[in-house]
């Protein structure tokens, strides 16, 4: 079996559980530094689901934490928008609901997927990414149709963050499911909510790619890896 | 050697004698995480299901699972982990729902909201935040007694 799919899935809540993760302490107001660290949990327990199964089904004995812990950027088949980074509330809250809403729509289709492994962990990450995506909704009307300042804030990290979009639809032979088709469903949630956050969509639809195919990651993946992987790499033998 | 097996009926009120680590007024059996409980020969095996993906009580339960059935003397020991059909509060027994409530915690409710305040049972209350102290919970506050509290989300 073709375990690219699923390393794809897994890797893509790895890195966006982890950039969450860096708001820990940090974040604006104590409800959301707990909301940003609770959804990052849900997001590296998933992982957890994915990238056991992807070493399962490769055979050779890679479990979840060798798959996160000992590979090089290059090997990493996330999405470039999940390692985008943090910059303020309104750039991570972007890329939240943006993620949110292309991943309930994949989990969705996962569901129906004829691998019973496989529909399984998307009926239970799509019970908690339902969760995550009216959160996510609900941060970007209210911030949208806010003040003139979280306003053009919001729009700034919209501007900044769409040419990551179309990367999330491109399809290739080991997606898990066919994610072009998914298009759809996402631009009508992006659009009806952005039309009540007072916010507009970019004209223009240039997308970057890479991500996924790991043939070129943006240069914050490997800041994020040093951080993330430095324990496991310097202690190899380290439990804890 | 112990000869006789205990029944499925004595594991499971065992069972429901071990506490959510995290939620410790209600057990294992009223959170509805044990999925089922069955002698394969001689080995007991337990299925368990995860409340949250990522919530990091679920090996701190696997520990005391194992560690309620050893002291209990049960030798042979698997425990499963299943998360298709992924875990609801449906599940969650009435008399856990009781609990929870007399412990200051809002029982999930299918409207998405709790009932009313668990401390003074008005209905006068509002949702701070969607996450809360534990994957499982929100926070509300009620606008009557102004007691903040944790409402068990309905998933």
């Known amino acids: ?11 893509n809540t790895l890195v966006l559980g982890q950039r969450l993760s860096e708001w820990c302490g940090h974040a604006p107001a104590l409800e959301e530094d707990i909301a940003l660290a609770n959804t990052a949990l849900d997001l590296i327990g998933q992982t957890q689901h994915w990238l056991d199964l992807a070493g399962k089904r490769e055979g050779q004995g890679r479990t ?15 999405l470039l928008l999940v390692e985008q980074p943090n910059r303020d509330f309104a750039v991570t809250m972007i890329r939240q609901f943006l993620f949110d809403t292309w991943h309930l729509e994949a989990l969705r289709a996962l569901i129906d997927h004829a691998d019973p492994d496989i529909s399984a962990i998307a009926q239970k990450s799509a019970k908690e990414v339902t969760y995550h995506r009216e959160r996510s909704t609900d941060i970007v009307i209210a911030l949208g149709d806010g003040t003139e300042e979280s306003r053009d804030r919001m729009q700034g990290a919209l501007d900044r963050l769409w040419p990551y979009v179309g990367e999330m639809f491109a399809q290739d032979d080991d997606d898990l499911t066919d994610m072009s088709a998914l298009r759809q469903g996402f631009d009508l949630y992006v659009t009806e909510t952005l039309f009540k956050s007072t916010l507009t969509r970019p ?19 490997g800041h994020l890896l040093a951080t993330m992987q430095v324990l496991p790499r310097n202690y190899p033998d380290a439990t804890w | 050697m112990v000869t006789t097996r205990p029944s499925v009926d004595q594991v499971w009120a065992w069972l ?6 995290e939620v410790p007024v209600i057990s294992l059996v009223d ?9 394969q020969n001689n080995t007991l095996e337990v299925t368990v299901t995860p409340t949250y993906s ?36 449906d ?6 729902k009781t609990k929870l409530e007399a412990y200051g915690i809002a029982p999930p409710q299918a409207a998405g909201g709790p009932q009313h305040c668990p401390h003074c049972k008005s209905s006068a209350v509002e949702k701070i935040s969607q996450f809360g102290s534990t994957p499982c919970k929100a926070q509300w506050r009620c606008t009557d007694c102004l007691e903040p509290f944790d409402y068990f989300k309905c998933i």
């Not at chain 2, 429901?16 to 680590?21: A, E, F, I, L």
């Open chain 2, 31 to 39: 959170l509805g995480i044990i999925r089922n409980v069955t002698w």
């Open chain 2, 91 to 96: 599940w969650l027994s009435d008399n856990g």
């Open chain 1, 203 to 221: 004209n223009s639809d240039f997308a970057h790619h890479g991500g996924k195919t790991g043939t070129r990651h943006s240069e914050h993946l």
């Open chain 1, 64 to 78: 979840a934490d060798t798959f996160a812990y000992t590979r090089d950027a290059w090997d990493f088949r996330n």
């Open chain 2, 16 to 21: 429901d004698q071990v506490p959510d680590p």
């Open chain 2, 54 to 89: 990522g919530c990091p009580a679920t090996s701190v339960i696997n520990l005391e699972i194992e560690a309620a059935l050893r002291a209990n003397g049960i030798e042979k020991l698997s425990l499963i982990r299943q998360i298709a059909p992924p875990w609801t509060t």
């Open chain 1, 1 to 11: 079996m073709n375990v690219t799919g699923l390393i794809r899935m897994g890797d």
